[in-house]
């Protein structure tokens, strides 16, 4: 088999178990707390490391903003052997109680964006493996970390997330926003793998706070460092599964 034009790897390549952040520069932070790391790709919006944590080999694989990308990610995963994808990212809260700094695992994720719909019909749900689901829920609990575990939404429009839209997921006791995981969840589903997600909350779009990496001293104490615990969960659920 040829590599893979975007990912630019090949059959045997890379490991069974990936995690798949979207920004580039987290695959660094991610590899930061594993060993034997090895690069092995670099492409545009895609950063591919090899590496393991605590004996487990890992592969770690950017996927860029949003699920066009995203799903190029899925598939040429996929076509390599890439058994198990975890998203590992940020999201914005729909929920008031929902702080900066919590960690949500998806259930599921409706599809507000344009990408799962060219494989399939809205109707199909876009939803986890529950083991991956399990393993994340459980890492996170592990960890003495508040987890939320519900239904997300993925959507396309980044600046176009109006108080309409806002108040209609708000009133449908979805947590969170974020831009990819109904594209990886639907497609992993399609091909036979197994998916899962969990994100640090980085913003509050209920009480007006715009979804974005926040960092700062001005951060509340569990806000700080939110995204090296989520890596660190996810780790953790990578070793159990």
Avoid at 53 to 76: L, N, R
């Amino acid at each position: 088999m040829a590599k893979q034009p975007h990912l630019l790897v090949s059959e045997g390549d890379l490991n069974e178990i990936a995690l798949i952040p979207g920004d580039p520069g987290r695959v660094d932070r991610i590899a930061a707390q594993c060993e034997y790391v090895e690069e092995v790709s670099e492409n545009r919006e895609y950063k591919v490391v090899n590496a393991a944590y605590d004996g487990t080999p890992v592969t770690i694989c950017s996927t860029g903003i949003g699920c066009p990308s995203a799903a190029i990610a899925v598939e040429e995963l996929h076509n390599v052997g890439v058994e198990t994808v975890i998203r590992v990212g940020t999201t914005g809260a729909l929920q008031a109680d929902i702080e900066i700094g919590d960690m949500v695992v998806a259930t599921g994720a409706a599809k507000e964006e344009g990408t799962s719909k060219r494989y399939e019909s809205v109707a199909y749900p876009a939803v986890p493996d529950y083991g991956v689901l399990t393993e994340l829920v459980d890492s996170a609990e592990a960890n003495d970390e508040e987890v939320h575990v519900g239904p997300i939404v993925s959507d396309d429009a980044f600046y176009n997330e109006n108080p309409e839209f806002v108040e209609d997921w708000e009133a449908a006791n979805l947590l969170s926003i974020e831009m990819e995981a109904s594209a990886v969840f639907s497609l992993a589903r399609r091909k036979g793998m197994r998916a899962g997600a969990i994100c640090t909350v980085d913003g509050n779009l209920v009480k007006g706070t715009q979804k974005g990496e926040t960092e700062g001293e001005e951060l509340p104490e569990k806000a700080k460092n939110n995204v090296e615990r989520a890596i660190r969960i996810s780790l953790d659920a990578v070793a159990a599964l």
